[in-house]
């Protein structure tokens, strides 16, 4: 069974770089046509994709998050990261990095499209 955990800190400051990682287990992140996401839901809002890296290291961004979002992995730990740079109090939000197979360009960036999920990750900016 596939599992996925979110780590990184729960607090960062305003105008620092945001980092987080999921660790995977019971499956591996280079399997052939999986895809890796990082989505956010911001207190009382619906769930916003963030970004995918591929299986073979290739990444998408949200259009929106483009210039301030980075996603890289560690085939060796099985790990993937989000950085998130320039952050304000208006990405407080719960974090979550999920996996799925199968994905197209038209179906990476629905959160609905991915079946394993982590838990989530609460972070919070201060000013």
């Known amino acids: 069974q596939v599992q996925l955990q979110e780590s990184g800190p729960g607090l960062v400051t305003t105008s620092q770089t945001l980092s987080l990682t999921c660790t995977v287990s019971g499956g591996s992140i280079t399997t052939s046509y999986s895809y890796w996401s990082w989505i956010r839901q911001p207190p009382g809002k619906g769930l916003e994709w963030m970004g995918t890296?591929?299986?073979?290291?290739?990444?998408f961004y949200n259009p929106s998050l483009k210039s301030r979002t980075s996603i890289s992995r560690d085939t060796s730990k099985n790990q993937f990261t989000l950085q998130l740079s320039s952050v304000s109090p208006e990405d407080r939000a719960v974090y979550y990095c999920a996996g799925g197979n199968g994905l197209t360009m038209s179906t990476i960036s629905k959160a609905d499209k991915y079946v394993y999920r982590g838990q989530g990750t609460q972070v919070t900016v201060s000013s």
């Open positions: 890296i591929s299986y073979s290291g290739r990444t």
